[in-house]
């Protein structure tokens, strides 16, 4: 057995997540020193945690409660799938254990099946080196009015972090040595977490919100592609180093014990529905993924990227996609997902070069994915996006060689919460890429978050940005509002 905390355990927040119509996983970890290996419990039994789920944030009306238990072997974290609620209302939970009681999330439950919502409102997030600035733009995040948050990866970095913690700048409280080295085993992936799930910014956007949560490359390392790494690692070592970080990945976030890993594997592509209104199907484009072509990078696509049997999302994931489009009555049918959907050229000239690591080196995919969307009727076709750490407005075109082809639907990218440090509203490459890619609406290139209102007739995508995220505290403005019309997709400044 483990001993019960001495003291507060409550060290890393709480999180809700994956809301159904009837049920919502709701998370915490104990952890009373969460910068140690084993964040301070020692024991390999398992602490029994009590729940209680209300109706107002006061918990004057309580809806459910009981035990729950947090077990070592999950390094002490709580996956708590409620059943029982009911659709779309708003729910006020929080976790107690000895004399320790937790922080109050709140979440909200997915409108009933069939439901027509008159509308609803989702953050989109990604990317959020710690070293490289604050959280800000998660704290601005916790005070919208938003149904639930998309993470679309790079959660973590795994990068060594120094004492001062890089662009942060600790003096004071400086970091210990345990972040100074990469990420390659089980302790290190998770105090990780710790490190991250410490800042009260992340705590507050997740105790305001139920997110879905989704990985990109650096949850296991920088662009690893399937069960190859970057720097081709022998598979057997890459497979252990990927087990690690999945591992760590599951016991942090708010998912549901049927995503629980086995060795290297983890399910974590699935659907989600907001009534009549919108069909969420969130994509693993990482886990199942054809090895980039050309070796990674820019490269001018040939024979090798355009090769029809490479696949960024696998065979079964694609069949699964495809056929969730089929069966969709949905108005809006949104794909939330990794890297970048569209073709990005980076010059104007006619041949250029792309990113292979994004839909752009696996252009068969992508076809085979549009020809599949057009195939089963779906009208407002919808592509949220993280990795690149800039905001883009992006139409997706029938042809993107052809401005005048048709608007197939468009695709929202968020960018970083912080990685990147401040950014500019125009890079360098500001110019070139509006040139190059008649179908890119916006770019801007500082730190920030979208807000993706939807509703019968049209989809909002609000860009919001920072001034900086090296000194904390900055505001947060809108920067830039874009619209497309139910039915007639396209994206127009509002
Ligand atoms: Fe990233």
């Given at each position: 057995m483990t001993p019960l905390p001495a003291q507060n355990p409550f060290t890393l927040g709480v999180a809700s997540g994956d809301p159904l119509p009837d049920s919502v996983v709701l998370w915490t970890r104990l952890a009373p020193r969460p910068y140690e290996p084993g964040g301070g419990l020692p024991g390999d039994g398992a602490v029994d945690v009590q729940w209680e789920l209300a109706h107002d944030a006061s918990f004057r009306r309580l809806a459910l409660s009981g035990t729950v238990p947090a077990p070592a072997a999950d390094d002490h974290s709580v996956h708590l799938d409620v059943r029982g609620l009911e659709p779309g209302r708003d729910y006020w939970y929080r976790f107690r254990t000895g004399r320790w009681i937790s922080a109050v999330g709140r979440t909200r439950t997915a409108p009933a099946p069939g439901a027509r919502p008159d509308g609803a409102a989702f953050g989109l997030l990604s990317c959020q080196q710690y070293d490289d600035g604050y959280y800000t733009a998660l704290a601005h995040l916790a005070r919208e009015d938003l149904d639930a948050v998309f993470f679309v990866g790079d959660?973590?970095?795994?990068n060594a972090i120094d004492a001062r913690a890089g662009a942060r700048n600790y003096t004071d409280t400086p970091l210990p040595e345990v972040f100074d080295h990469w990420t390659w085993n089980l302790t290190d992936y998770r105090l990780r977490y710790a490190l991250g799930k410490s800042d009260p910014d992340l705590q507050a956007a997740h105790a305001a919100h139920p997110w879905f949560v989704t990985w990109d490359d650096h949850e296991v390392?920088?662009?690893?592609?399937g069960d190859v790494s970057q720097n081709d690692d022998p598979r057997d070592t890459f497979r252990a180093r990927r087990a690690a970080a999945y591992r760590a990945y599951w016991e942090n976030m708010p998912l549901r014990e049927a995503h629980r890993p086995v060795g290297p594997d983890m399910s974590l592509y699935r659907r989600f529905s907001y009534g009549r209104l919108a069909q969420f199907d969130i994509l693993d484009t990482r886990q199942y993924r054809s090895d980039q072509a050309y070796g990674d990078g820019w490269k001018y696509p040939g024979p090798d990227s355009e090769d029809p049997a490479r696949t960024i999302t696998g065979e079964a994931q694609e069949r699964w996609l495809l056929e969730g489009l089929r069966a969709s009555t949905a108005r809006w049918n949104v794909l939330v997902q990794q890297v970048v959907f569209c073709r990005r050229k980076?010059?104007?000239?006619a041949r250029s070069r792309l990113s292979m690591d994004a839909w752009d080196g696996y252009p068969a995919s992508r076809s085979r994915v549009l020809a599949g969307a057009g195939a089963a009727g779906v009208e407002n076709l919808v592509v949220l996006t993280g990795d690149v750490h800039v905001h883009y407005a992006l139409d997706i075109k029938a042809d993107f060689d052809d401005p005048a082809s048709r608007t197939l639907g468009v695709e929202v990218v968020g960018t970083s919460v912080?990685?990147?440090?401040?950014?500019?509203?125009?890079?360098?490459?500001w110019n070139l890429l509006l040139a190059a890619n008649p179908h890119m609406k916006y770019y801007d290139g500082r730190r920030g978050y979208a807000v993706v209102t939807l509703d019968d007739t049209r989809l909002q995508a609000d860009y919001r940005t920072l001034?900086?995220?090296?000194?904390?505290?900055a505001p947060v403005t809108t920067a830039a509002r874009f619209v497309s019309e139910a039915g007639d997709p396209g994206f127009s400044r509002a």
């Open positions: 959660y973590i970095y795994e390392e920088n662009n690893y592609a980076n010059t104007t000239a912080s990685s990147g440090s401040d950014g500019e509203a125009r890079p360098e490459d001034t900086g995220v090296v000194t904390p505290g």
